[in-house]
């Protein structure tokens, strides 16, 4: 097939048509074309050669040419694709490095060989072209919603055709035991688009929460316009979820604008959901009232939160605990995902036998220590003194406070806290010290003897060793693997340090081993205060 016998306007044709069957770029089209036949040219002339091809946008004339570079004489290695300043002076007056010298060539007639190999080309690059106008059309439609044909069935995988590409419904991306057959329509959520070897894949889903939200944001107007905004999403796919909602219009009701006039609106969801029972729920910025509306319909009696461990306790009368537990633990597993808090959900009588437990052990406590018999011990429980320091540090006036007791009284059960206190910090110290712990920690201030000896257990015994620690090793911490939380016990967690006094602590020992300069600690502390402040504002 010779190039010049060939219509001219025809590679013009050839391109417009590939470019409006791929949906791509004519002009990729042309460049693939010009790349195949400089190929083809280096094939004839020799591999060595620059031969680059140009095909008129206008009149689809190919014109072949040799390109050769001006380099200076020490560095030419290629005479085929390079020259000399003199060489190219004698082609064209003036010329100087890093000109180049182009020479038309005549074009070359394809054979069978070459002619295939310019067409593999043309089709690789046009692949490439598609692959790459797919990815950019399906990136920024992730996190929306698409409607799609079934195509085929792989593996029990769902392939969809989904106009211009194809996405893929794996097995564990379906709702319960959906099945579809060839040609089903199916609307999905656009998990993920990702470039790989084989092409853009686009992974769908019909079980992520943001699927409902999205349906929800299709279905009511509102949550469109922006007047209301869903917070939280909670799902177990094709059985219930629960969703949060909350309005910034005080004229619009959050939860009656999601269900509709007779339900329309959340039915429409369910019944795309596959009969999905859907809980709408009132967001709360307070914790302890939102949790409530999530545990929706059980009734709770008392909610308890703990803010550093990110546990919340929840206290229900007897007759609902199995509802608020729900089947198979579902509903306070799913209140657990959209409050972003565990959830320990306790009867009124258990949380009386705790209380009653933690009474007769406090009890016990002052009896032991402060030598009193069981109804002074009681009377200082149910005041709410919960430890020694408390009685041997409280002002006088909140012990004279308590009925019975006078001053003679109150200043004896304090002198005894103090004893009890001072002995048990001096048989600290000595633990501590014969555990060889040195007077550089020793001295540090806001360590006391009962913690000295708890780092000392630890390995911890020079103030060396305690500035390597992180402040989560001394007061304890929550992490999360795999999306269960999990503790970590801290050497000081049980004197109740937190991460703030923890990071103050190992920063003030730094300072003092002169490894960090004050200046960037009292930068560190103002940048904390600052943050403080703005998140209290």
Known sequence: MAITSANQLELLQTAEAVAREKMIDPDLVIQAMEE??????????????????????????????????????DLLENHHAQMTVKQAQAHKAGAVIGDEIIDEVPPVDLGRIAAQSAKQVILQKVREAERDRQFEEFKDRKGTIINGQVKREEYGNVIVDIGRGEGILRRNEKIGRESYRIGDRVRC?????????????????????????????MEVPEIYDGIIEIKAVARDPGSRAKIAVISYDNS???????VGMRGSRVQAVVNELQGEKIDIIPWNQDQATFLVNALQPAEVA????????????????????????GRRGQNVRLASQLTGLDIDIMTEAEESQRRQAEFAERTKLFMDTLDVDEMMAQLLVAEGFTNLEEVAYVD?????????????????????????????????LEAARAMGVEDSLINFEGLTPQMLEALAK?????????????????????????????????????????????????MTARVMLGWVDPAE?????????????EAEA
């Open 252 to 258: 619009i009701d959050p939860v009656g604008a999601c």
């Open 458 to 506: 630890d390995g911890i015994k020079t103030l060396e060793d305690f500035a390597t620690c992180a402040d989560w090793e001394l007061a304890g911490g929550w992490t999360t693997e795999g999306g269960v939380r999990k503790k970590d016990e801290g050497v000081l967690e049980q004197f109740e340090v937190s991460l703030e006094e923890a990071q103050n602590l190992v």
């Open 521 to 533: 600690l009292e930068k560190m502390n103002a940048e904390t205060t600052d943050a403080e402040e």
């Open 36 to 73: 195949s036949l400089a190929r083809a040219a280096k094939s004839r002339y020799g591999a060595e050669l620059d031969i680059r091809v140009r095909i008129d946008r206008k009149t689809g004339r190919a014109t072949f040419a040799r390109v050769r570079t001006v380099v200076e004489d």
């Open 302 to 325: 008392k909610v308890v939160i703990d803010e550093e461990a990110g546990k919340i306790e929840v206290v229900v009368p007897d007759e609902q605990l199995s509802l608020a537990i």
């Open 189 to 217: 959520y656009i998990k993920d688009v990702r470039r790989e070897a084989r092409g853009p894949q686009v992974f769908l889903s019909r079980t992520d929460p943001q699927f409902m939200a999205e349906l929800f944001k």
């Open 396 to 428: 006088m006036d909140e012990l004279l406070s308590i009925d019975g007791f006078d001053e003679g009284t109150a200043g004896e059960l304090q002198a005894r806290a103090r004893d009890f206190l001072e002995e048990q910090a001096r048989k600290a």
